[in-house]
Nanobody
Framework: VQLQASGGGLVQAGGSLSLSCAASSRTFSTYAMGWFRQAPGKEREFVAAITWNKIHYADSVKGRFIMSRDNAKRTVYLQMNSLKPEDTAVYYC????????????????WGQGTQVTVSS
């Protein structure tokens, strides 16, 4: 399974960015997917996850980020609005395997990451 994340870049605080993650697996629609991020010197942290009937968000991004998926395109998206400098990180998409959606250990396949930088 390959996951290809894209869409990162440099944006000013208050701006928006949209990330995409394309999956190679034909069984994409049967798996929950997640987004995580890792800032320099910090641990990887949960951002959002989408299951069959619910979307979960970290408190830090709730109301600003929107996760969605297009099963026909085998792609998940992360629309990031009202970005803050503290959102600066490498963003990773991942395919869930089992366990809690907000734990990185629950995911078995990871994309390569895409850098998001928010300037103040």
């Amino acid at each position: 399974v390959q996951l290809q994340a894209s869409g990162g870049g440099l944006v000013q605080a208050g701006g928006s960015l949209s990330l995409s993650c394309a999956a190679s697996s034909r069984t994409f629609s049967t798996y929950a997917m997640g987004w995580f991020r890792q800032a320099p010197g910090k641990e990887r942290e949960f951002v959002a996850a989408i299951t069959w009937n619910k979307i979960h968000y970290a408190d830090s991004v709730k109301g600003r980020f929107i996760m969605s998926r297009d099963n026909a395109k085998r792609t998940v998206y992360l629309q990031m609005n009202s970005l803050k400098p503290e959102d600066t990180a490498v963003y990773y998409c991942a395919r869930w395997a089992s366990g809690d959606y907000d734990r990185s250990a629950s995911y078995e396949y990871w994309g390569q990451g895409t850098q998001v930088t928010v300037s103040s």
